[in-house]
């Protein structure tokens, strides 16, 4: 099953599944079975990640190019936000992302790019804390 696993996921995948329904435990290929239900958890959190740092880029944005706001970077911001909370209700046990550590993180990426982007200097540190992230009104004058 390994080689089949390198030659056709698509059908290894069914292949398993169909082992897995008809209980037939002996025939599964369990070492890439962990590794991709190991996968699954770090695409789960990676989306969550995405929509974290996307929020923090469009955050500075709005809030150093004040002339430049627009309709698009709220409607961004608003729809990242509801992907967040999709995720969490789905997969509570992500709430642990949602850390001042991770939000250090991301907080660098997201400044890297919106720099490319503005071409403006950002703060070295993360001048949100998550709640401002999730909740602040962003409204356009």
Do not use: G
Not at 27 to 55: A, P, T
Not at 94 to 103: E, G, R, S
Request: hydrophobic share 35%; with cysteine.
């Amino acid at each position: 099953m390994t080689s089949l696993y390198d030659k056709d996921y698509a059908y290894w995948a069914e292949e398993m599944a169909a082992k897995l329904q008809q209980r037939q435990f002996h025939e599964l290929d369990i070492e890439n079975l962990v590794e991709e239900i190991k996968d699954w958890s770090k695409r789960e959190r990676d989306k969550l990640l995405s929509s974290l740092r996307l929020i923090i880029h469009h955050l500075l944005k709005w809030d150093y190019q004040p002339e430049k706001r627009s309709r698009s970077w709220q409607i961004t911001i608003k729809r990242e936000r509801n992907n967040i909370a999709f995720y969490l209700e789905d997969s509570p046990s992500l709430q642990k992302y949602l850390a001042d550590d991770w939000l250090k993180k991301l907080y660098l990426n997201a400044s890297l790019d919106a720099t490319k982007e503005t071409d403006l200097d950002f703060p070295l540190n993360c001048p949100y804390d998550i709640t401002e992230v999730l909740n602040r009104d962003i409204k356009l004058e």
